[in-house]
């Protein structure tokens, strides 16, 4: 399948990749038809996907099972009235429909818009409205299904509201009772490559929710995240944990494991819970595995020696979502042999930076930049910076080559794009610095960095030096405004099972850190906390300290 897109498949050395990796995509490129479809025709028997949840559930597809599902989702959905171009909402956690979601959408030419279950009344009335969305389908979870009918009358061009489940309120469609009565037949939907195919909205850790759209190619964009980085096995268990609204779905549960025939395994569940994670890696015996640094940080604070069969079928675990403490890198990799590969992108593009094959780890650097992407960092000016000087990481050369798998713009946001898309760059709003061997050092976004006294300090170097203390479970950095030194350091904590919070705890935290790093990094501001501030999709949301900070001074 590779081969449709790449003129090489295997390299000697990082240099070699980065030099001779070249991707094509076919005009007329459709992912469901192109490939998920493509090997279920060339293997029958060929799996797919692995469903699994925390009740000992468990259900095999096969792509062959997958093609004629779909199609009668996409019968079921042209039936309903809808048609290329079209807009179509989906929330789906990970039932099996998720994935049969994208692929009929893609397949009718509809615009895809997953979401998250976790959004309200205001969140959705926002998103179909501002998208135009004709249908929803989502599962039926209680609290999502009651917020849906109250956006219902608010929603302006809001068609069709589908459930997947077992309780359907009145007027909504039942998914599985309907879906799946029509034809397993369909006639291919000619599409260009460069027609919208996905609708993200951001994460939206500062003002409104964008919309970033992605074209028919951006799948193969995603060659780079699965088999490079993540280097996921043709007919090997992958796994990613993450839920199907956020853009880490598209990152590792579908577009590039797919294309190198990896299985993915959706694991349905319904709250994280380190013990039950563990003991299903156990029982499916991975190939590759991937999760944010939080996934981590719980799963050794649940003690891995208690699970020894967890990680021994692994070959690599890939990390991203947030920077990876060097204290987080060291430990698993002492507790089970193997070193987390980290990578940086954003739902805006595939895999950006990452430790590469080839790359020797640095524990806490994102590694060295993908091929076809022109990566720098720069100053305010636009100039380049010298190595040690953090900037912005930016994309440069677009009209050069347009890397595939970059998306293509904020949908009617030309203010957003303009902050963006400048100097014929593509602007990512976070910063990092390159060293001098020519790795990359990820600090965080541009508003998170801290000015206090005149020293610009990035809130990852001080949480790297929390995460070495014991009692530190997770944590977040912040500036606080101080009125002699403009902002001060900030450190809120959650703590690890067995502390407490106190004063003595903060003192010694605070020493600690002053040990750790530089003394002026220290936080003078230490708050624990039952948890942190996240996105809907887990990135912690400095901008709601910050404010909180600045409303409580």
């Known amino acids: 399948m590779l081969e449709k897109f790449l003129e090489k498949t295997e390299f000697e050395s990082y240099e070699?990749?980065?030099?001779?990796y070249k991707v094509t995509v076919p005009e007329g490129f459709n992912f469901a038809y192109d490939v998920a479809d493509a090997w279920?025709?060339?293997d029958e028997n060929k799996l797919a996907l692995v469903w699994c949840d925390d009740f000992g559930n468990r259900k095999k597809y096969t792509f062959k099972d997958l093609t004629r599902l779909s199609n009668q989702v996409a019968n079921f959905l042209m039936d309903k009235g809808l048609k290329k171009g079209d807009r179509v909402m989906f929330m789906c956690k990970q039932r099996p429909e998720a994935w049969l979601c994208f692929l009929a959408l893609h397949k009718a030419g509809i615009v895809a818009i997953p979401a998250t279950f976790q959004l309200t009344k205001k969140d959705i009335v926002y998103r179909c409205n501002k998208a135009h969305v004709k249908m929803i389908i989502s599962v039926d979870d209680?609290?999502?299904?009651?917020?849906i009918k109250e956006s219902?009358?608010?929603?302006?061009?809001?068609?069709?509201?589908a459930i997947v489940g077992e309780k359907v309120p009145e007027g909504f469609i039942d998914f599985r009772k309907e879906a799946y009565t029509y034809s397993d037949k369909f006639e291919r939907i000619p599409n260009k490559n460069s027609d919208e195919m996905l609708i993200y909205f951001s994460s939206g850790t500062t003002g409104f929710p964008k919309m970033i759209v992605h074209d028919y190619t951006y799948p193969v964009g995603h060659i780079l995240t699965a088999k490079y980085w993540q280097r996921v096995e043709d007919g090997k268990l992958h796994l990613t944990?993450?839920?199907s609204g956020w853009a880490k779905f598209a990152w590792g549960k579908i577009y590039g494991?797919?294309?190198?025939?990896a299985v993915i395994v959706a694991y349905d569940n319904e709250k994280f819970n380190a013990a039950n994670t563990l003991n299903l890696l156990a029982e499916l015996q991975l190939t590759t595995f991937c999760a944010p640094p939080t996934i981590y940080r719980f799963l050794i604070k649940e003690d891995l020696q208690n699970y020894p069969d967890s990680f021994k079928s692994i070959k690599q675990c890939s990390i991203a979502g947030e920077p990876l403490n060097p204290e987080v890198f060291n430990k698993f990799k002492e507790l089970t042999g193997l070193s987390l590969t980290e990578g940086f992108g954003q739902t805006e593009t595939p895999v950006i930076l990452a430790n590469y094959p080839g790359i020797e780890i640095k524990p806490g650097s994102t590694g060295k930049p993908s091929p076809v992407f022109d990566v720098d960092i720069v100053n305010p000016d636009g100039t380049s910076c010298e190595d040690g000087i953090v900037g912005h990481i930016v994309i440069k050369n677009l009209s050069k080559l347009y890397?595939?798998?970059?998306?293509?713009g904020y949908l009617d946001d030309e203010e957003a794009n303009k902050k963006s898309f400048y100097n014929d760059w593509y602007d990512t709003g976070d910063t990092a610095r390159r060293d001098n061997d020519g790795y990359y050092w990820f600090e965080g976004r541009s508003d998170d960095v801290i000015k206090s006294s005149g020293y610009r300090i990035g809130p990852f170097e001080v949480e790297s030096a929390l995460m070495t203390h014991p009692s530190v479970l997770e944590c977040a950095v912040t500036g606080a405004p101080d009125p002699v030194r403009g902002q001060v350091i900030k450190a809120t904590i959650v703590l690890a099972k067995g502390y407490t919070p106190s004063d003595e705890l903060k003192k010694e935290i605070q020493n600690h850190v002053k040990q750790a790093t530089a003394p002026y990094k220290y936080p003078r501001i230490v708050e624990f906390v039952e948890q942190l501030p996240k996105t809907t999709s887990g990135k912690i949301k400095r901008d709601t300290i910050r404010k909180q900070s600045e409303a409580h001074n």
């Open 16 to 20: 070699d990749f980065k030099s001779n």
């Open 40 to 42: 279920g025709e060339q």
């Open 142 to 147: 209680a609290e999502l299904t009651e917020s």
């Open 152 to 161: 219902v009358p608010e929603c302006n061009e809001l068609e069709h509201v």
């Open 241 to 243: 944990m993450s839920d």
């Open 257 to 261: 494991q797919w294309i190198c025939g």
């Open 403 to 408: 890397p595939t798998g970059l998306f293509k």
